[in-house]
């Protein structure tokens, strides 16, 4: 099994940037897909980028194209996400997640393992 634990999030104005981290422990994380994903009170859970096991491919969801970049670092087990020009929209609780993806990389349901969550609030 693999432990997930987000850090980075925060209050930021439109515009803004943020730089959300993801530290892996329990696994080699060079073993996974990961992806972070986001969900608002009331919504399902919706993928915003994810990579491929050595960060060949990314996977992006069309709102966050240009602005957000997906990356890892599998010496330290970390996994990043550099989000910039944030909107009030991207407003939520973003969650790293680790899996096997067999079809869409960028679904929820294809992820195993989990970490709590880190609030991103981007104010008008």
């Known amino acids: 099994q693999v432990q997930l634990v987000e850090s980075g999030g925060g209050s930021v104005q439109a515009g803004g940037s943020l730089r959300l981290s993801c530290a892996a422990s329990g696994d080699t994380a060079s073993r996974f897909y990961m992806g972070w994903f986001r969900q608002t009170p009331g919504k399902e859970r919706e993928g915003v980028a994810a990579?491929?096991?050595?960060?060949?491919?990314?996977y992006y969801v069309d709102s966050v194209k240009g602005r957000f970049t997906i990356s890892r670092d599998n010496a330290k087990n970390m996994l990043y996400l550099q989000m910039n020009s944030l909107r009030p929209e991207d407003t939520a609780m973003y969650y790293c997640?680790?899996?096997?993806?067999?079809?869409?990389?960028?679904?929820?349901?294809?992820?195993?393992?989990w970490g709590q969550g880190t609030q991103v609030t981007v104010s008008s």
């Open positions: 997640a680790a899996g096997y993806p067999v079809a869409k990389p960028i679904l929820p349901g294809e992820y195993n393992y």
């Open positions: 990579t491929s096991r050595y960060g060949v491919s990314t």
